[in-house]
Nanobody, 121 residues
């Protein structure tokens, strides 16, 4: 099995910055794409950013130019640098990864428990 643990959430004023981390652990054979999603109050979960193993990135239009996703393959960790945060970006941020466990044949999507980000005025 593969476990994902997010960290770095908290309370930040509008216009401020936070850096989220998500570390994968367990019986990992390989990790492909890693992503960040968020779900705000009363909203559906949405993709924020994604990164391939090779470093190609994809962002939601709303965060382009403000958020940066990166990863350290040696540490099985993905990061999300969030700048110029806006009030409406208050949400639980989730990490997801397409990974193959050592005991598995196929890739499976794994999710973290989420970390709360609250943007205050």
């Amino acid at each position: 099995q593969v476990q994902l643990v997010e960290s770095g959430g908290g309370v930040v004023q509008a216009g401020g910055s936070l850096r989220l981390s998500c570390a994968a652990s367990g019986s990992i054979f390989s990790i492909n794409d890693m992503s960040w999603y968020r779900q705000g109050p009363g909203k559906q979960r949405e993709l924020v950013a994604a990164i391939t193993r090779g470093g190609n990135t994809n962002y939601a239009d709303s965060v382009k130019g403000r958020f940066t996703i990166s990863r350290d393959n040696a540490k099985n960790t993905v990061y999300l640098q969030m700048n110029s945060l806006e009030l409406e970006e208050t949400a639980v941020y989730y990490c997801a990864a397409g990974a193959r466990a050592t005991t598995a044949v196929d890739l499976k999507e794994y999710w973290g428990q989420g970390t709360q980000v609250t943007v205050s005025s």
